[in-house]
């Protein structure tokens, strides 16, 4: 079983800069990508940035891409993110998935089988 927990979320202003943290743990070797999602209040999950441990290739939704940067240091997932905005305020997952994939559906939830608990992140403007 993969269990994975997400640290770092905190208040930040605008313009501000913030590591998040995602720690696996357990039976790993067949993850083959870790993605984080976020869900602000009253809205749905969305994928932000996906990685893929193995070959360290990243993937980032639009609005995040230039702003977000996935990173992996043995069994650690790392999404730095930069220049936040008031919309970037929300409950960030990590999250880890094995097996086969579709790669257009690399930013969605049913594309992941183990999740964390999530931490908090919230910009201020």
């Known amino acids: 079983q993969v269990q994975l927990v997400e640290s770092g979320g905190d208040s930040v202003q605008a313009g501000g800069s913030l590591r998040l943290s995602c720690v696996a743990s357990?039976?790993?070797?067949?993850?083959?990508?870790v993605a984080w999602f976020r869900q602000a209040p009253g809205k749905e999950r969305e994928g932000v940035a996906v990685i893929f441990p193995s070959a360290g290739r990243t993937f980032y939704a639009d609005d995040v891409k230039g702003r977000f940067i996935a990173t992996r240091e043995n069994a650690n997932i790392y999404l730095q993110m930069n220049s936040l905005k008031p919309e970037d305020t929300g409950t960030y997952y990590c999250a880890a998935g094995s097996g086969p994939y579709v790669v257009h559906e690399m930013l969605e939830s049913q594309t992941y089988d183990h999740w964390g608990q999530g931490t908090q992140v919230t910009v201020s403007s």
């Open positions: 357990g039976y790993t070797p067949d993850i083959n990508r």
